[in-house]
Structures are given as structure tokens and as C-alpha cells.
């Protein structure tokens, strides 16, 4: 696929050739991977979610967007909105980039209400005649009809000393009145860490200092952090680039997780916290962002993707789309993530099987689709391998399956379909030790997502099968186990 030179890629969308966008939607319309219940961009490119936020009212969760194609390039804000956090509905454009300071794009950022109106706070980016880049952190303010205007000049309009241009995606939280942001940042010597501001008008920021962390030289930047506090713990969130894998871990190209451990002490900034763990082990999971619910649960949603990755859908004019909004809690010490109950709302036609496997496949006649919600239950374990395959037909299959000899969940997409690059990867494992196994698969068209054991591990991934591809079948190696399992059409 031919590359867009730098002036195709940072256009404004009041720039499109004439009829190029409706072109551009007639070709996506044509995909046969175009998602059924995921939120997805219309035409180009999504990426990070921002601004996710509750008000007046309202779900609101606004994605990266580069209408143009499937490259990085000019970025929007997209807003979607629900009522439900199961069905969402495309407002449009959120932010537009073209003034001094974000005239290459409005870039990540997140949301906080004040005084009626959802403030969000962004990074904008800008590039000077030698293509240098320059990056402040900016606001624009939405009021209760939905209109969104841009304060006209940044709140942070300076990096502070020590730090490099890879200065960005602040997330804003409230404390008794006060307004604290965390924002990813670059040591001078191409180290990655967080900052903290404090404001208490949202427009006038104090730099507080950096986070003081045990990860002095943990990859080169750290995007996309978020701050908050559960359960008398602080957890911080973000996702580090730079890091090289280490056996089953870090085998994505960019890695997206967590510190967890005593609240952060605002005055010293120290953050005293447990090793770093990875918030899913799958393919395709970054940048993830959580708001809280007005009954005070905790909820997350992250990008479906990769940066830097070619998917087949680039050539179709599209790329990307995120996960289901998950509700997050703290067990034993770990990031605990479940679907969020109300996705139960999309649930519509409900199968159920029972069946023991004894050292066999068996596929199942009723049990099948593209889109679809499944929960199962693999019981007396005497097997030395149990799985499911879906998305199959006679040569393709996407398999999940429990090694009970070597204590693994294995994801294997070798034979999901449209191959993807190389160092996107085909296996994902991780360890794991069940006597019994609970799974609950959200099957896209183009995605899964499968949450272990009620969320002790998630992996999220992107597959590209045949449409004919919609075989569901269980099975066992060198032993039996039983399979209870309940499906519902989405």
C-alpha cells in the first residue's frame, strides 16, 4: 500500500477532495471486517480513547481520529455517547485542530466536570517550518447542548526542564476541590516517566514534579498514564514503549499496564508500588483510559491496536476500534477486569450445551456466528489439554486452549485468517493454575476478547477470518473434562 506523503497526512478535513471522503465511505462500507458491536471509526484511522466521562446524563468516550486513512496523520477528537455503556452513538467531531498551538492535531487527553460543563483538557500538537514539533496542553470545554469551544491559548504552554518533546496525553482528576493531571513524559536521557500538575481552576497549573517511581529506566516513554485510588491503594496506569520481552512478558511492540501500591504521597510524590504488571496478554490492547460511574465503579476502555503495525483493514480505508468498556477491581493484589454488566443489554438469541469431551473435537451444529457473546464453564479436568476453537471452518481457526501439563492459557491466531505482519505475532500465553476454568469470550467480527477465571487474565485481539468462518468447537487431549456453555447472539 502506497505511503501518504506528510502533506497528505496532515491535512484538514476541510481539505478532502471533492467527493473524497464519500469515496473513501463507499470503500469502508465494502469491508467484510467492519465490526457489529465495537465502536469503530467511520473512515481512516481511531486510536487512543479520551475524554471518557459521565455527564449530564451521559456516557461520553471521544477516540483519535485520522479521517483519511489508515496511517498516522492529522488527529482529531471523535465523540461517541451512550446512556448504557453498551450502545453507542457517533456524535462527530469533538475538537478540530488548525489554531497556533494544535495545528498538527488535537492528541490525547481526558475529561473532568466543573461548574456544569465537561472540561477536556488535551495535548496539542503543533510543527514549525524544520518540522519540529511542539507540544502544549490545552483545554476546550463542552456545555449542556453538546457545543465544544477551544480556550484560545494552552494551559501548560511550556515543558518543564528536563524533559523532551514527547510531552503529552494529561489525565485530569478532581480532589476535594482541587484539580491534580498526570502527563507522560521523556527524561532528557530517553528514559520514560509521569508528572503531576495541580490547578485549582483548571486553567492555571502548577508543576508539582515527577512522580517518583522504582522505574528509573523503564523504556523511553510512558503514554497514556492514568491516576486514581481504590480500595486504600493508588493505582497508575500507563503504557510503556521501549521494553524488550522477557519470556511470556512484554511480547507486544508496545506494552500497557500498571503500577499498584500505596496512595501517592502529593507532597513528596513518592509512589511506593509492587512490580509493574501487564493489564492484558494479548495482541492488540494500548492506551487505555477509566472513568468512574455515578455508582462509583471504576470503568475501562482501551484501543484496540497497536501503533506502528500494519492490519488488513489498512487497505480498505479504516483501522482500528476499541474494547468493551470494562469494570475494573483490585484481588490479591492485581487488576481484576470484568465485562461490564450492562453489556447484557446487546444480548438477544440464548443456546446452551452441556457436553463431556473425551480426547476429541467435537463441533457443536448450534453453536456458531461472527458476533456473539460466549460463557463456558470446563469442569472435571482430566485432560492434558482442553480448548475451544471458533471463528473456524475447514482451514481456519482461532484457538484458545488450557495447557494443564505446563500451567498456560495459549491464544493461538496462526490460523485466524488474513495473516498479519510477522512481529505482530501468532502465540500469546501466559501462566496460569486452574483446576476449573470459567471463559467468557466477546466474539467480533474482526475481534475477541476473553476474559480467564472472572477477569484474573484478559487477552484482546484482533483476528481477520473468512466470513464462512463461524464454526464454534470444544475440545480435550490425552484425557476428558466437561463443557458447559451458554451463547448469545449479538
Known amino acids: 500500500m502506497k505511503k501518504m506523503t506528510r502533506q497528505e497526512k496532515y491535512r484538514y478535513i476541510e481539505q478532502a477532495l471533492p467527493e473524497e471522503l464519500e469515496l473513501l465511505k463507499e470503500k469502508v462500507s465494502k469491508s467484510s471486517w467492519r465490526q457489529s458491536y465495537h465502536i469503530q471509526p467511520p473512515t481512516g484511522l481511531l486510536n487512543d480513547p479520551n475524554g471518557f466521562s459521565y455527564y449530564n446524563g451521559a456516557y461520553h468516550l471521544f477516540y483519535q481520529w485520522f479521517p483519511f486513512g489508515a496511517e498516522h496523520g492529522m488527529k482529531y477528537w471523535f465523540h461517541t455517547t451512550s446512556k448504557d455503556l453498551a450502545n453507542w452513538e457517533e456524535v462527530g467531531i469533538g475538537i478540530k485542530p488548525g489554531d497556533v498551538y494544535d495545528s498538527h492535531g488535537a492528541y490525547s487527553g481526558s475529561a473532568v466536570v466543573k461548574d456544569h460543563r465537561l472540561h477536556l483538557m488535551y495535548t496539542g500538537n503543533a510543527r514549525d517550518a524544520s518540522w519540529v514539533r511542539h507540544t502544549s496542553q490545552c483545554m476546550a470545554v463542552m456545555d449542556e447542548n453538546g ?79 492514568d491516576y486514581f485510588e481504590m480500595d486504600g491503594k493508588g493505582i497508575l496506569l500507563f503504557s510503556p514503549q521501549g521494553l524488550e520481552p522477557e519470556k511470556e512478558r512484554y511480547q507486544n511492540i508496545y506494552q500497557s499496564g500498571y503500577l499498584l501500591g500505596k496512595p501517592l504521597d502529593m507532597e513528596t510524590l513518592s509512589f511506593k508500588h509492587q512490580p509493574f504488571q501487564e493489564l492484558d496478554k494479548g495482541f492488540d490492547f494500548y492506551a487505555q483510559q477509566t472513568t468512574k460511574t455515578p455508582d462509583g465503579r471504576r470503568i475501562l476502555v482501551g484501543w484496540m491496536g497497536l501503533p506502528d503495525l500494519e492490519y488488513p483493514t489498512d487497505k480498505e480505508g479504516w483501522a482500528h476500534c476499541l474494547t468493551l468498556p470494562r469494570q475494573i477491581s483490585i484481588k490479591d493484589d492485581k487488576v481484576i477486569q470484568r465485562p461490564v454488566p450492562e453489556l447484557a443489554l446487546l444480548r438477544k438469541e440464548e443456546k446452551n450445551v452441556n457436553i463431556k469431551i473425551d480426547n476429541e473435537t467435537k463441533q457443536l451444529e448450534e453453536l456458531h456466528g461472527k458476533a456473539y457473546e460466549l460463557f463456558c464453564e470446563i469442569k472435571d479436568l482430566k485432560a492434558e489439554r482442553v480448548g475451544i476453537e471458533f471463528r473456524a471452518n475447514n482451514s481456519e481457526k482461532t484457538v484458545l486452549s488450557y495447557d494443564s501439563v505446563n500451567n498456560e492459557i495459549i491464544l493461538d491466531r496462526s490460523l485466524s485468517g488474513q495473516p498479519l505482519e510477522k512481529k505482530n505475532g501468532y502465540i500469546r500465553r501466559c501462566s496460569f493454575k486452574a483446576e476449573e476454568l470459567k471463559i467468557h469470550m466477546f466474539v467480533d467480527v474482526s475481534s475477541v476478547e476473553i476474559f480467564i477465571n472472572d477477569g484474573e487474565e484478559v487477552f484482546t485481539s484482533r483476528i481477520f477470518p473468512s466470513e464462512d468462518s463461524e464454526a464454534i468447537r470444544f475440545f480435550s487431549q490425552n484425557g476428558s473434562a466437561t463443557f458447559r456453555a451458554l451463547k448469545w447472539d449479538y
Open 147 to 225: 457545543s465544544i469551544v477551544k480556550i484560545d491559548k494552552p494551559v501548560i504552554p511550556e515543558i518543564p526542564p528536563g524533559y523532551t518533546d514527547h510531552f503529552r496525553d494529561p489525565k485530569v482528576w478532581e480532589v476535594n476541590g482541587e484539580y491534580f493531571c498526570v502527563i507522560g513524559a521523556q527524561r532528557n536521557n530517553k528514559t520514560g516517566c509521569t508528572v503531576l500538575y495541580q490547578s485549582k481552576d483548571l486553567i492555571h497549573w502548577n508543576f508539582k514534579g515527577e512522580v517518583v517511581t522504582d522505574l528509573d529506566e523503564f523504556g523511553y516513554m510512558w503514554e497514556c498514564p
